[in-house]
């Protein structure tokens, strides 16, 4: 009896990883399958734990067991692929630069602080004791925007867009901003920002401060598509460039490996580790889909995921050195010569999406 539920229990967990390995494979937008670029490290877990007691509970070992034991390793293998890169065996994509001068550096701290959360008083004090240059913050209300109050002594350009539909988005720094705008580059309620920053060394760099909706509330089209469009924007603009916020996507999935090859940034993460970022209420279930993409004439100075503040998301913190000799020591994403189609292709698929309306 015991030995019949272990031999069920391990063929069906082992059948649900290769199952869910495979749907992200198919070429579609669909939440349900998109979703499952997620949790590709606790995928890797459970192959592995089936993989391990196989032998245990798989005799005699006939060749049907054997296929099946084979497709287990097979799928094993692959997610191990896709996350390898965030690994710190893996070479790291953004060089670090422990050394700074002060005019070139720059700090940022994003944070998804969640719309229905009422205790701002640990981001809050988060803030004050890192002192970032830049603070982004999404999901910020009405009731955000009043509780934000005391940062605007210490930071005197701000960007404002309180919704409490979940899509609000602010922006506070003490470095100026220029040409500050709030824009709605698919649906009318998602906005993203794009300013660009004076550092205090006098060089103007550009942000890209974004949002887009996450599976499974919707289908996919919109997020890939936001996602392209500021990528392609980016790569068209010779001002350096950082684009960070909630992508709601994975750093190991297709559309974000696409959309660094179309904007050619680099990821800190690569080489050094997940950082998962939410959910920060599930340690068994967490991701990273809080990011910050930066343009090769930056280095890294500082990487790190901060403590709860409340919210759902843990905030991210990035400090970077704007060094301009670094773009010739740093090898970028190179897009392949189908990635521009592919980009232009899910733009489409996304503008298209929008036009047929619907949550």
Excluded at 154 to 173: C, I, T
Excluded at 266 to 291: E, K, S
Aim: charge should be negative; charged fraction near 20%.
């Amino acid at each position: 009896m015991v030995r019949g539920v272990a031999y069920w229990t391990v063929l069906g967990l082992g059948a649900a990883g290769v199952a869910v390995t495979l749907l992200p494979l198919l070429p579609s937008d669909d939440s349900f399958i998109r979703v499952w670029d997620y949790p590709r490290v606790q995928v890797v877990m459970l192959l592995a734990a089936v993989l391990l007691v196989l032998p245990l509970v798989l005799r005699p070992f006939t060749r049907g067991r054997a296929f099946f034991a084979a497709a287990v390793a097979g799928a094993l293998a692959w997610q191990v692929g896709r996350i390898l890169p965030y690994t710190p065996i893996h070479p790291v994509e953004a060089r670090q630069d422990a050394e700074c001068d002060d005019a070139s550096r720059l700090s940022l701290l994003v944070a998804n602080v969640l719309v229905t959360n009422r205790e701002a008083g640990p981001l809050l004090a988060q803030i004050d004791a890192l002192q970032p240059d830049l603070v982004l913050l999404v999901e910020s209300g009405e009731w955000w925007d009043r509780a934000l109050g005391p940062l605007r002594a210490a930071y005197p350009y701000e960007v404002r867009q309180p919704q409490d539909d979940g899509y609000g988005m602010h922006l506070f720094s003490r470095l100026e901003l220029v040409g500050p705008e709030v824009r709605f580059l698919l649906q009318n309620y998602v906005p993203s920002i794009r300013t660009g920053l004076r550092l205090r060394s006098g060089a103007t760099i550009m942000l890209y401060g974004v949002h887009p909706r996450p599976p499974p509330l919707e289908d996919t089209e919109r997020r890939d598509a936001e996602l392209m469009l500021v990528g392609r924007e980016v790569e068209s603009d010779p001002t350096p460039a950082i684009v960070a916020g909630d992508l709601n996507d994975v750093a190991w999935s297709k559309t974000t490996t696409l959309f660094q090859d179309v904007s050619g940034l680099l990821d800190p993460r690569v080489g050094r580790g997940p950082y998962p970022t939410f959910n920060a209420n599930w340690p068994l279930l967490r991701w990273p889909i809080d990011h910050v993409f930066f343009e090769a004439s930056f280095r890294l100075v500082d990487l790190a995921v901060l403590p709860h503040v409340g919210s759902d998301h843990f905030p991210f913190f990035v400090s970077l050195c704007h060094a301009p000799e670094a773009a010739a020591e740093q090898r970028r994403p190179e897009p392949k010569p189908e990635d521009a189609a592919k980009a232009e292709e899910k733009i489409e698929e996304g503008r298209a999406a929008d036009a047929r309306g619907g949550e």
